[in-house]
T-cell receptor, first 112, second 115 residues
């Protein structure tokens, strides 16, 4: 079963615009992570935010976490064509086995 | 390059057959995870090993099995293959040893096609 659900499932924007993707989850977590996947390739870790953190930045990425709403958002600013990929949130749940549970992902397309 | 190596990259086989997928984790990482990615099911957690011992189990079919060897490489065995087993199989490794799961480093995957 999926823990996280990304929204939207697909997003298409123009180069230079900002892209926002959302993730909702169901159970209490230790941390939430965002990954990127280029078509048919392995996933690449982008950022990890702990349950006691509310916001985190890494370059053009900004992640927020609202544990009361069990939701997170990933903002990519000043998008580039190379940002075209699928983005997944993954949660490390407090209860249950030690593993990451991934959402279904958001397919982001940046149009030049 | 994540440092995680998976072989083979591509595999085509017939229903009923058995295949073995191999994973070498990053140097020093004791944890190995296996995930299955298909179009309809998304990225599904299969199993995790830590220093040779099974640590967590997900939706892994009884036809599938895995192990982690003393040199820390891992193998995922898929038997009695069905058409629905066609998917990308990812291995990931992590240095995390504590109570939480940190960053995972993914290999490029093994694409299995069952005909």
């Amino acid at each position: 079963s999926q823990q996280g659900e990304e929204d939207p499932q697909a997003l298409s924007i123009q180069e230079g615009e900002n892209a926002t993707m959302n993730c909702s989850y169901k159970t209490s977590i230790n941390n939430l992570q965002w990954y990127r996947q280029n078509s048919g390739r392995g996933l690449v870790h982008l950022i990890l935010i702990r349950s006691n953190e509310r916001e985190k930045h890494s370059g053009r990425l900004r992640v927020t976490l609202d544990t009361s709403k069990k939701s997170s958002s990933l903002l990519i600013t000043a998008s580039r064509a190379a940002d075209t990929a699928s983005y997944f949130c993954a949660t490390d749940r407090i209860q249950g086995a030690q593993k990451l549970v991934f959402g279904q992902g958001t397919r982001l397309t940046i149009n030049p | 390059d994540s440092g995680v190596t998976q072989t083979p990259k591509h595999l085509i086989t017939a229903t009923g057959q058995r295949v073995t997928l191999r994973c070498s984790p990053r140097s020093g990482d004791l944890s190995v995870y296996w995930y299955q990615q298909s179009l309809d099911q998304g990225l599904q957690f299969l199993i995790q090993y830590y220093n040779g011992e099974e640590r967590a189990k997900g939706n892994i079919l009884e036809r599938f099995s895995a192990q982690q060897f003393p040199d820390l490489h891992s193998e995922l065995n898929l038997s009695s293959l069905e058409l629905g087993d066609s998917a990308l199989y990812f291995c990931a490794s992590s240095p995390t040893t504590g109570l939480y799961t940190g960053e995972l480093f993914f290999g490029e995957g093994s694409r299995l096609t069952v005909l």
